[in-house]
């Protein structure tokens, strides 16, 4: 079945290391997203990628780092400039053209900073 | 930029019965698309229903209708029949028209701040 697979689901990190959160799909779609989730803010855009090897800060990019290297992959790296980087994490991708026009979710990865 | 508010950070209703759950948004475009997502406890995004901007008929997937407002840049989301698997935080969300999408950064998603719905058996 496609879809879109997130790894790990749970990440533990202590203050200072850098952690990469895994995004695959085998959706053959072109555009990819990163997403945070803190309570009570919804949704917001870390970083996007249009196409392979060209990638876009979206409105919290700082801290983040990406790479586009594949259509199917998309991995994100929080690092230790990050200054509150506990939350959920949620990738999506779109296809382009589609004619549905809605983002396809991950289930997310949940990283706690101790 | 576009931006989408939710007003409500928490609603409740008796099972059976009917809730609205309401969104706003800004934009200077004229053609876009909205959304109504639901994230379970599990955190799975699920698209609920869409709207095309250009369609002046209200989308309905079965017990889900919105009431688009164009002119009022409102999308509300009414559930009817609530069902105690509805419960879930309810996002709305802005997305600018696929003629867009050669432009940089037309494909986002933008996301409200989301609705906590309960539903009490």
């Known amino acids: 079945d496609g879809g879109i697979t997130q790894s790990p689901k749970y990440l533990f990190r202590k203050e200072g290391q850098n952690v990469t959160l895994s995004c695959e799909q085998n959706l053959n779609h072109d555009a990819m997203y990163w997403y945070r989730q803190d309570p009570g803010q919804g949704l917001r855009l870390i970083y996007y990628s249009q196409i392979v090897n060209d990638f876009q800060k979206g409105d919290i990019a700082e801290g983040y780092s990406v790479s586009r290297e594949k259509k199917e992959s998309f991995p994100l790296t929080v690092t230790s400039a990050q200054k509150n980087p506990t939350a959920f994490y949620l990738c999506?991708?779109?296809?382009?053209?589609?004619?549905?026009?809605?983002?396809?979710f991950g289930e997310g990865s949940r990283l706690t900073v101790l | 930029a576009q931006t989408v508010t939710q007003s409500q950070p928490e609603m409740s209703v008796q099972e059976a019965e009917t809730v609205t759950l309401s969104c706003t948004y800004d934009t200077s475009e004229s053609d876009y698309y909205l959304f109504w997502y639901k994230q379970p406890p599990s955190r799975q995004m699920i698209l609920v229903i869409r709207?095309?901007?250009?369609?002046?008929q209200n989308a309905t997937e079965n017990r889900f209708s919105v009431n688009f407002q164009k002119a009022a840049k409102s999308f509300s989301l009414k559930i009817s029949d609530s069902q105690l698997g509805d419960a879930a935080m309810y996002f709305c969300?802005?997305?600018?028209?696929?003629?867009?999408?050669?432009?940089?950064?037309?494909?986002?998603?933008?996301f409200g701040q989301g609705t906590r719905l309960t539903i009490n058996p």
């Open positions: 709207q095309e901007a250009y369609k002046q």
């Open positions: 969300a802005y997305r600018s028209a696929p003629f867009l999408e050669g432009i940089q950064g037309a494909q986002k998603l933008v």
């Open positions: 999506a991708s779109l296809g382009r053209g589609g004619l549905t026009g809605e983002l396809f």
